[in-house]
């Protein structure tokens, strides 16, 4: 059992994954030496306890986590309404502060709300995928948190959402008229949602985006900061430990 079970291990994603952690911790070292290393320190803690959350996700049958997907749904859910109650941080009430740490829902209900969604994907028939009562399930699965998401505001968390719904259908094998159709739709709705939809916050990070140099004291300057960097320091950087080694010192700090 044990050996089938290492067997059946993708390694290839351990693997990947043990190199970006690698590759991450030099790069924070080298960013956070000067900030007597805060950042490298939380992110070891958070890696050394997710190990062991790993090897027991590893070890648990998917069709287990298919059977209680529904109950971790619920749970989300049930956390993105009541992370709305909480006082807001930045424009939005997207966290949950206990103590010294700040715990965002909408981003664990991202694994809730995939698991959930390819339960029900997988009890759809192949030859029903097209149906639409089937493509409004899937549909009311995503769009409940999502709907959820956007009050909090969290637009970006919500748009991520929208694109793994829209993977998952895309290799489920539905029509492409679906598609094309649904990206039709979103062309025309974004600048009316830009225009009529949109808070001035959520609009001035995406103008200052396009054109950091708008405020390059404020919202622009991790982005600009980014840039000079990468020009300076080109593909590898102008050394270990060195002072503009990494972009990521622009956002840490």
């Not at 291990?9 to 030496?33: D, H, M, N, P, R």
């Not at 803690?45 to 648990?60: E, G, T």
Request: charge should be positive; aromatic fraction near 12%.
């Amino acid at each position: 059992m044990i050996r089938n079970k290492f067997k059946s291990t993708e390694w290839s994603i351990i693997v990947c994954t043990i190199i970006l952690i690698t590759v991450g911790l030099f790069a924070l070292y080298s960013a956070s030496k000067s900030s007597d290393l805060e950042e490298f320190r939380k992110q070891v803690i958070w890696i050394i306890a997710s190990i062991p959350v790993l090897i027991i996700i590893i070890k648990v049958d998917y069709n287990f986590l298919a059977k209680i997907s529904i109950a971790f749904y619920i749970i989300s859910i049930i956390l993105l309404f009541a992370v709305l109650l909480t006082s807001a941080v930045n424009g939005a009430t997207s966290w949950f502060s206990i103590g010294s740490v700040s715990i965002q829902p909408g981003e664990f209900a991202k694994i809730a709300v995939i698991l959930f969604l390819a339960s029900v994907m997988s009890k759809i028939p192949e030859t029903e995928t097209n149906k639409i009562i089937n493509i409004l399930k899937v549909l009311a699965v995503v769009l409940i948190p999502v709907f959820l998401i956007i009050m909090q505001p969290d637009y970006g968390t919500a748009v991520a959402y929208i694109f793994a719904m829209v993977a998952m259908l895309f290799v489920s094998g539905i029509d492409r008229k679906y598609i094309i159709v649904s990206i039709l739709i979103i062309v025309i709705l974004v600048p009316v949602l830009y225009f009529f939809v949109l808070p001035e916050h959520a609009k001035a990070r995406i103008d200052v985006y396009l054109n950091p140099e708008t405020d390059p004291r404020g919202a622009g300057y991790n982005i600009i900061q980014s840039k000079l960097a990468i020009g300076a320091g080109r593909l590898f950087g102008l050394g270990w430990r060195t002072r503009y080694t990494n972009t990521i010192r622009f956002f840490i700090s």
